[in-house]
């Protein structure tokens, strides 16, 4: 027999890391997992406080962090993927997430919050290793493309007033310049520019940002809203800005159907730093993507309705390269990339189809439905960019 409760049960026996600590920033339990993946014993770690489970080092910073923004204020962590040094100097990566109890007092032996966690070590090791393939292929690619180009060019002249001829070879070229696309795009994610800080009006800036990435929307009846809650200057590469805006927008826009709305939020999440939020009001993302969704390569249709369409396009699918380039670029530069989402209820599974416009939905009668029926947020968060002059 035991006391263990069946709650308790569960805990110690998840895969996953849980630690719970009391409103007063001690330590009431951790579970098996939990110990083994920091590499600890289980007497070093109840009822001190967080930042005993970890060496003291800038590294294990952001895991401390988020032990803190929960005692402080009970600001709780979604999703967040950081590194983490071991009592015995090993290296790992982890996934991270963190939960509050809506408590109005602190009674010290209450659980009051709790921090889930996994090893995923290995993970980013194999991500690792398709990246190496991939650089490998877009190298290997190089130069068989440039000489295919060079043979289109060339025949060109010789086709004469052949139309036939003609329609061949320009398809081909069309064909050969979405191969070109996806090679300079892997070359981009592996070998990315070196930033030029530029001191940059934010509003200013961001506005004719989204102008210029508008334009290529114009054949789309979805409406953009900005609300801007910061309003000064930052020192940042303009066109990593404009990469990273371009890359929502466009995402936010696709999933979205006509008549619906994306809405383009600055927020200052602190004296230093401010977050860029795109919420698009569309189609959300199913839980058997979330894992996928910064992996290149990867869409979320059924593979046999994928396709390409014009970009900003509803459901336009394309390489699944710009979320997986966008995520290296922010952990390249120490930015912060996550989103949360919510599959539409009325079409949960990929198969499952949007009309690509509201008025067309079956199942809801005005635009305010559609808009609680699912979402995304994507958002970038940018640290010690603000200026304090």
């Known amino acids: 027999m035991t ?23 001690l330590i009431s339990g951790a579970n098996p997992s939990a110990l083994r993946i920091l590499g600890v014993a289980s007497e070093s770690v109840k009822g001190f406080s967080f930042d005993t489970t970890v060496p003291p080092s800038p590294i294990n910073k952001p895991f401390l962090d988020i032990f803190q923004d929960l005692v402080s204020d009970g600001s709780i962590t979604p999703f967040r993927e950081i590194d983490l040094v071991r009592f015995d100097g090993a290296r790992i990566q982890l996934s991270v997430s963190s939960a509050a109890l809506d408590i109005t007092e602190c009674i010290p032996g209450t659980e009051s919050y709790v921090v889930v966690f996994r090893d995923i070590t290995a993970i980013k ?18 130069t068989p493309l440039a000489i295919i180009k060079a043979c289109f060019q060339g025949l060109t002249p010789i086709c004469g007033t052949d139309h036939k001829a003609k329609l061949m070879i320009d398809r081909g070229e069309r064909n050969l310049d979405r ?20 001191k ?23 409406k953009l809203e900005k609300n801007f809650d910061y309003s000064g200057f930052i020192y940042f ?8 805006l371009e890359t929502l927008i466009k995402n936010a826009v696709e999933n979205t159907p ?21 919420h698009d009001y569309g189609v959300g993302i199913p839980i058997g993507d979330f894992e996928f969704i910064f ?35 922010c952990e390249i530069h120490k930015l912060r990339i996550e989103f949360q989402s919510q599959r539409c209820r009325f079409i949960p599974e990929t198969t499952d189809h949007c009309p690509g416009s509201i008025d067309q939905c079956p199942y809801v009668q005005n635009p305010e439905e559609c808009f609680g029926s699912g979402f995304s947020i994507f958002s970038v968060s940018f640290s010690n960019l603000v200026n304090q002059d």
């Open 237 to 244: 590469d303009a066109e990593l800005l404009q990469t990273i």
């Open 125 to 142: 090791g194999l991500e690792m290793a398709k990246r190496k393939a991939a650089d490998h292929l877009a190298h290997e690619l190089k």
């Open 295 to 329: 992996e290149g390569f990867h869409h979320t249709q059924a593979t046999d309705e994928y396709s390409t369409k014009k970009p900003f396009d509803f459901n336009a699918g394309g390489k699944g390269l710009e979320l997986f380039q966008l995520k290296n670029l």
């Open 200 to 222: 940059l009006l934010v509003p200013e800036s961001i506005n004719n940002i989204i102008e210029n990435i508008l334009k290529n929307a114009k054949h789309r009846n979805v």
């Open 179 to 198: 191969l070109l696309s996806i090679q300079d795009s892997v070359e981009q994610v592996f070998f990315p520019k070196v930033l030029i800080s530029e």
């Open 258 to 278: 006509d008549q619906g709305l994306v809405v383009v939020t600055l927020d200052q999440s602190s004296s230093r730093g401010f977050q860029i939020l795109v």
């Open 3 to 25: 006391d263990e409760t069946l709650e308790q049960i569960i805990i110690r026996s998840l895969q996953e890391g849980v630690i719970t600590i009391e409103c007063n920033g």
